[in-house]
Nanobody
Framework: QWQLVESGGGSVQPGGSLRLSCAAS????????IGWFRQVPGKEREGVLC????????TYADSVKGRFTISRDNAVNTVYLQMDSLRPEDTAVYYC????????????????WGQGTHVTVSS
């Protein structure tokens, strides 16, 4: 059974950093695409970044370019989202999700989701 568990969320001041983790079980994360999404109440879930099975990364949210990076540690079957220079508008619930080998920004094409982790950026 495929399972994803996010961790690492919390509260941080503007300009700060957080690293989110997405631990996979039941499958190998390096054989699939893992995407990070975020959602705020009343808005549609937004694609942030994705890493494909080949290691190619895709950035879907223009606002995070140059601030967020995605990486994968195959030894621990975990994908990370490093978030730097955080802004209040980054406040959201962050989810990781898995699908086939290729990335896509469309959340309904992902088949397995984690439970989400809250990120709050506020002074």
């Amino acid at each position: 059974q495929w399972q994803l568990v996010e961790s690492g969320g919390g509260s941080v001041q503007p300009g700060g950093s957080l690293r989110l983790s997405c631990a996979a079980s039941g499958f190998r994360s390096d054989e699939n695409a893992i995407g990070w999404f975020r959602q705020v109440p009343g808005k549609e879930r937004e694609g942030v970044l994705c890493i494909s099975s080949s290691g190619r990364t895709s950035t879907y949210a223009d606002s995070v370019k140059g601030r967020f990076t995605i990486s994968r540690d195959n030894a621990v079957n975990t994908v990370y989202l490093q978030m730097d220079s955080l802004r209040p508008e980054d406040t959201a619930v962050y989810y990781c999700a898995a699908r086939g080998q290729r990335c896509t920004m469309y959340y309904d094409e992902y088949i397995t989701w984690g439970q989400g982790t809250h990120v709050t950026v506020s002074s």
